[in-house]
């Protein structure tokens, strides 16, 4: 029983040492694309590496794969992505373009934006959306990246692994 314990411990903490948290609460403009509220100088740093992986600022391959507020209908290839990124900012914005990819998709197969519900509803108190094929609940303008963990597979692939806030 023991030995498992210590194995387990020793297992979490190479997990530790390829995970890396930043933390921030992040949007995007989408008319001018600053950021906010993280400071352009926190945002535009290289994607961190784990402290088994060596520094650099060369371009790594990321994958993302979003799961709030989707649908269970969204399928895999609309919701995951592998991409090449250089800094945080970079993920962020490949974040975007496939949220805004699937929340148009959500509008063509009949979902209703937030504000075309309220146009309808006046008395509709919430922000949110109703739910539609692919979203539920919140308008693409309620989200917000507020951590990422990048997980290093090896030295040039991390899985970014995304907690989203509305």
């Known amino acids: 029983m023991k030995a498992r314990r210590i194995a387990k411990q020793r297992k979490m903490q190479r997990v530790r040492r390829r995970c890396v948290l930043v933390d921030l609460f992040w949007s995007i403009d ?15 740093q290289p994607i961190p590496r784990a402290r088994a ?43 975007r373009r496939i949220y805004e990819a699937i ?5 063509r197969l009949g979902g209703v934006t937030a504000d075309e519900y309220r146009e309808k509803n006046p008395d ?13 609940g919140h ?6 990246i507020e951590f990422i963990e990048f997980e290093w597979m090896s030295p040039t692939h991390c899985h970014a692994n ?3 806030g509305s």
């Open 30 to 44: 989408p008319e001018t694309e600053k950021c906010w509220p993280s400071p352009e100088s926190e945002i535009d």
């Open 139 to 144: 308008d693409i303008g309620d989200l917000a």
């Open 53 to 95: 992986i060596a520094p650099s600022d060369e371009p790594v391959d990321v994958y993302v794969c979003l799961d709030y507020p989707l649908q269970d209908a969204v399928p895999e290839s609309a919701r995951e992505s592998n991409f090449k990124a250089r800094t945080v900012k970079d993920v962020c914005l490949e974040v």
């Open 103 to 107: 929340y148009a998709e959500d509008v």
């Open 124 to 136: 509709y108190p919430l922000l949110n959306r109703p739910f539609g094929p692919w979203v539920w």
């Open 162 to 164: 995304l907690f989203i």
